[in-house]
Structures are given as structure tokens and as C-alpha cells.
């Protein structure tokens, strides 16, 4: 089955600098690669989603990229705001088939003022 | 997302005692899940269901049980409970695959269950 890894398990970063958390997979065929924002006491929520056939995709402050060839893809935040500061988890699977989705550890991101 | 609820919230109960949390949902969607959070270990699959006929073991299915009451409806049982099963317990849903669906899974608020 498929295994994710997440790096690193804490972040810590200045207001106002950037933040990047990495993620690798192991299944080949996964093609679909969300991020989930898991607020202190509230339940995750996807805040951004990248298919394998695009390298690159960015909302805003937020943008996800995929390097399919090395099996991993990463989450950037710039000018980040303390209301940044959750778990962010990531997660991978095979897109529109029974696999299902398999998520990373989390990496709790803390924004200092 | 109010589309997902979850009852209890919060539940304090005593090994070898009997619970079940329910998830109910207004979004329509086939597929449902319940999930455990435990610190540092991300989210794990307990089991999932496509749809009322359809149950399967997720990743972690041991010591766990669900029922799919109805469409709306699926809920997790702990036949005997036992310290370990102490966590964050959350239900999602999800639309089948389709033209216009996406993979997007929509989280309950969570519940939080301490076994003594």
C-alpha cells in the first residue's frame, strides 16, 4: 500500500518569512495530492490539491509543488501570518479509484509574532 | 462544515465498556469514513463505506466495528474498550468518482474519547 512521510514534524518561522513542509510517497500510481489544515480544536480541511499531471499549483499565499519522478511534493506558505500557525497534514492516493487516502504524520507550523 | 456532525463530542467511559459514535451527514455523498488521530501519527483509517452495503477495513481496523444505518448515516463501535483506544475520532465523506466530483473529503468536527 501506499506510505507518506512528512517533514519535518514541527516548524517554527517569523512572521512575515516563508514556510515549506516536504512530502514523499511510495505508491507510483498515486496522482492526487492534497494538503489538509487542521486548526487547534477544529477538524482538517483541504486547503489546496494537486494532480499529478500539472507541477505546480498556487492560491494565494499557498502553493503545493510535485516532482513525480522523486516521489515527493511540498507546501510553501510565504509572508506568513500567525493565523498560519496549525497542523498541516498531507496525503496521497490514486485518483477516482477504491485506494484510498493515505496521510503523512503532520507537521504542526507555529507562526511567531 | 455543519454538513458532518458528530455525536458525542466528548466521551469519558471505562475499559470493557460498550461505545458507539455516530456520524451523520447532509451532503449527499456515498463514501464515509472514520479516522483516528493520535499525536504524531497523523490520520489512520479505521474502516470505510462506499455505500450502505459496502463496509471495509481501513488500516487499523482492530478492536473496531461499524454499521451503515442509511446513506446519511455511519457509526463506530468499540465492543470492549481499552485504554489505547484513547484518541480523536473523526467521520468524513467524500463523493463516488465522477465526471464532476472531486476527491475531496469533508471532516466531522471530531470526538474526543478517553477510555480509563
Not at chain 1, 489546496?48 to 499565499?61: L, P, T
Not at chain 2, 478492536?63 to 474498550?81: N, T
Request: proline share 4%; aromatic share 10%.
Amino acid at each position: 500500500g501506499e506510505n507518506v512521510e512528512q517533514h519535518p514534524s514541527t516548524l517554527s518561522v517569523q512572521e512575515g518569512d516563508s514556510a515549506v513542509i516536504k512530502c514523499t510517497y511510495s505508491d507510483s500510481a498515486s496522482n492526487y495530492f492534497p494538503w489538509y489544515k487542521q486548526e487547534l480544536g477544529k477538524r482538517p480541511q483541504l486547503i489546496i490539491d494537486i494532480r499529478s499531471n500539472v507541477g505546480e499549483k498556487k492560491d494565494q499565499r499557498i502553493a503545493v509543488t510535485l516532482n513525480k519522478t522523486a516521489k515527493h511534493f511540498s507546501l510553501h506558505i510565504t509572508e506568513t501570518q500567525p493565523e498560519d500557525s496549525a497542523v498541516y497534514f498531507c496525503a496521497a492516493k490514486l485518483s477516482g479509484s477504491a485506494r484510498q487516502l493515505t496521510f503523512g504524520s503532520g507537521t504542526q507550523l507555529t507562526v511567531l509574532p | 462544515d455543519a454538513d458532518v456532525t458528530q455525536t458525542p463530542r466528548n466521551r469519558i467511559t471505562k475499559t470493557g465498556k460498550r461505545i458507539m459514535l455516530e456520524c451523520s451527514q447532509t451532503k449527499g455523498h456515498d463514501r464515509m469514513y472514520w479516522y483516528r488521530q493520535d499525536p504524531g501519527l497523523g490520520l489512520r483509517l479505521i474502516y470505510y463505506s462506499f455505500d450502505v452495503k459496502d463496509i471495509n477495513k481501513g488500516e487499523i481496523s482492530d478492536g473496531y466495528s461499524v454499521s451503515r444505518q442509511a446513506q446519511a448515516k455511519f457509526s463506530l463501535s468499540l465492543e470492549s474498550a481499552i485504554p489505547n483506544q484513547t484518541a480523536l475520532y473523526f467521520c468524513a465523506t467524500s463523493d463516488a468518482p465522477g465526471q464532476f466530483s472531486t476527491d475531496t473529503q469533508y471532516f466531522g468536527p471530531g470526538t474526543r474519547l478517553t477510555v480509563l
